[in-house]
């Protein structure tokens, strides 16, 4: 992938927006575009007759994100959801996404599974992405499922677009802030955002280096996460750098231990 990846993306906030297409391999950022500093994330990966929602979000968001998708699709199509763990701003739409197409395939975590009917969903079809870590879509491309244990659910994964090379890193590298664009323009200054989730959210070192320890073998061209900025070229190796050396979580409520 060039260096001018997004390079030339405009975002129109009331269209959904283009980040990656081949043949009929695409992916799509969905908003929301509330200026909060808590901004969600939801992301669309259509491929062929399949299309999976990452990290749909908040109830309160569903209306919205359903309308972007209506741009693209019939909403009443999407095939599959990726919950990357339970939380209501992850998640809690699943109810109704479930309400439009009670065939959608739920694909998380047997421990975020078993929270999920809290939200007062009956009967889904669940994929278990720790029994099966590979996705192949229509197209033969595939999703793979990396836990991400503590980051900060226990049963947090992330999902790697093989053929796309990005990566839906859920609330790993979320950043906070209102001064948001679609893509960080000052990485410096996105650390510091990324802080102030980070250190309060993430269990600690051991974690988050053992994380990048994981998929240090990826070859990444764009990390899109479910807050704040999607992170790209030079940028993505300073990421995984910033989580190498973060002390966060434990590290700072227990200094004497660390
Ligand atoms: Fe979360
Ligand atoms: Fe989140």
Known sequence: ???????????????????????DHAIYWLGITDDTAFRCNAYLIVD??????V???????????????????????????????????????MVDWLALNPKTTVFTSPRTMVLLPHYGVGHFTAFDIE??????????????????????????????????????????WAALTTEWDLVTKDFEQHALNMDLFHIDYMASNVATNGFVNK????????????????????????????LRTLRCGTDISYPELG
């Open 48 to 53: 062929g007759e399949e299309a999976i929602i």
């Open 215 to 242: 998929i240090a073998h990826l070859e990444i061209d764009a990390i899109l996460p479910q807050h704040g900025s999607i992170i790209i070229n030079d940028d993505v190796p300073a990421a995984l750098n910033y």
């Open 131 to 172: 029994e099966n870590p590979r996705y192949e879509l229509p197209s033969r491309r595939v999703l793979s499922f990396i836990t991400a244990p503590f980051l900060h659910s226990p049963a947090a994964f992330v999902t790697f677009d093989e053929s796309a090379h990005f990566l839906f890193s859920g609330d790993i």
């Open 55 to 93: 990290d749909p979000g908040s109830r309160n968001h569903f209306e919205q994100v359903k309308k972007r998708v209506a741009q693209i699709m019939d909403p009443e199509s999407i095939t599959g959801m990726i919950l990357c763990h339970q939380d209501p701003d992850v998640a809690a739409s």
């Open 1 to 23: 992938m060039g260096k001018d990846l997004f390079g030339n993306v405009l975002i129109d906030m009331k269209e959904p927006t283009l980040l990656y297409k081949q043949k």
